[in-house]
């Protein structure tokens, strides 16, 4: 059985999936690519928008949506990757 | 002198402080990370692994500090023989409690010991067994041998399953601590040991250093 993620997990996870697509995904990719639930998903980009992690753009001609990583969300995926690796190598 | 008699050769005093300064900028830089990892995830079990390396780096500052005060002859003129014993004996006391503290902090995070009654037993058991009673120097150092074997032990587990190198390395690093104490405790019979003992903890915190300077530097991949 695999381990429940916390919410460091799973943020890192949206925003991770986000990197990998170059720095900016379609909310369906996302959904696919986070394995969360729409609601769940709702939620949590809120809270990544409110701090300033992710952002949203609007294409003008097709009108699909898109999530950008942005500064912060970078800053967080390099502090995560050096908290990771330590609490992993304590085993913690 | 009377710390003399357990602090190894003549020829090594200063040193041994120094290696102890330097053992505790490890600790603390360990601590520093420690506490930023604890204001990143909020969890509360990186609170108490942040105050166990900042315990250990408290309890070699004070031993360093009373050392360096018998090598520089500060107490000399100053006070009587008999305070100068007191006064090294109470700084001993508090590096002895600073360090068994922060080993059994380390020992209940590593292993997820959640029941607190088990947790204030060993504490205890562990404390009075050292502090109130005689031969400190050795009661001190058989059950460092303990704490410090079955943290490497836990951390060789965690080494085993991740297989990857900051683990290899924390759990080497333990180990090398561990044995040390091995040295310590012959230190009474050959007092050459006492180096032997501080050599074996400086390779022991550089290892843990260069972790953590792995671990800054984002360069933990798998082997």
Redesign the interface.
């Known amino acids: 059985m695999t381990e429940r993620r916390n919410k ?1 997990d799973i943020i890192f996870d949206i925003l991770n999936s986000i990197q990998n697509k170059r720095g900016s995904i379609k909310p369906t990719h996302l959904l696919y690519k986070s394995n969360l639930s729409h609601d769940g998903m709702k939620r949590y980009l809120g809270e990544l928008k409110v701090s300033e992690m992710v952002s949203e753009s609007e294409d003008a001609k097709s009108g699909k949506k898109m999530i950008h990583l942005t500064d912060k969300g970078y800053k967080f995926l ?6 990771k ?8 | 002198m009377f710390i003399a008699s357990i602090n190894g050769p003549q020829w090594f005093q200063m040193f041994d402080s120094v290696f102890q300064i330097l053992f505790a900028l490890v600790t603390l830089s360990i601590t520093f990370f420690s506490y930023k990892v604890f204001h990143f995830t909020k969890e509360r079990k990186f609170k108490y692994f942040t105050l166990s390396f900042l315990l250990m780096a408290l309890g070699y500052l004070t031993v360093s500090f009373s050392n360096l005060l018998i090598y520089l002859g500060v107490y000399d003129g100053v006070i009587s023989r008999l305070s100068e014993f007191n006064m090294a004996n109470s700084f001993f006391l508090t590096f002895i409690l600073f360090m068994l503290v922060g080993y059994m902090l380390l020992i209940i995070i590593s292993m997820n010991l959640k029941n607190k009654r088990l947790v204030a037993l060993l504490l205890s058991v562990i404390l009075l067994f050292v502090v109130f009673s005689y031969q400190y120097f050795i009661k001190f150092h058989m059950i460092s041998l303990l704490l410090l074997g079955f943290i490497a032990l836990q951390f060789y587990d965690n080494y085993k399953q991740k297989r990857n190198i900051n683990a290899g390395l924390v759990f080497a690093s333990f180990y090398l601590l561990a044995f040390a104490e091995i040295f310590f405790l012959a230190t009474p019979y050959m007092n050459s040991t006492y180096v032997l003992a501080h050599g074996l903890q400086l390779v022991g915190f550089g290892l843990l250093l260069s972790m953590l300077i792995k671990v800054l530097k984002h360069d933990g991949k798998k082997e």
Not at chain 1, 78 to 83: A, I
Not at chain 1, 85 to 92: H, R
């Open positions: 460091l390099e502090e995560y990757s050096k908290v690796n330590f609490t992993e190598s304590f085993g913690l």
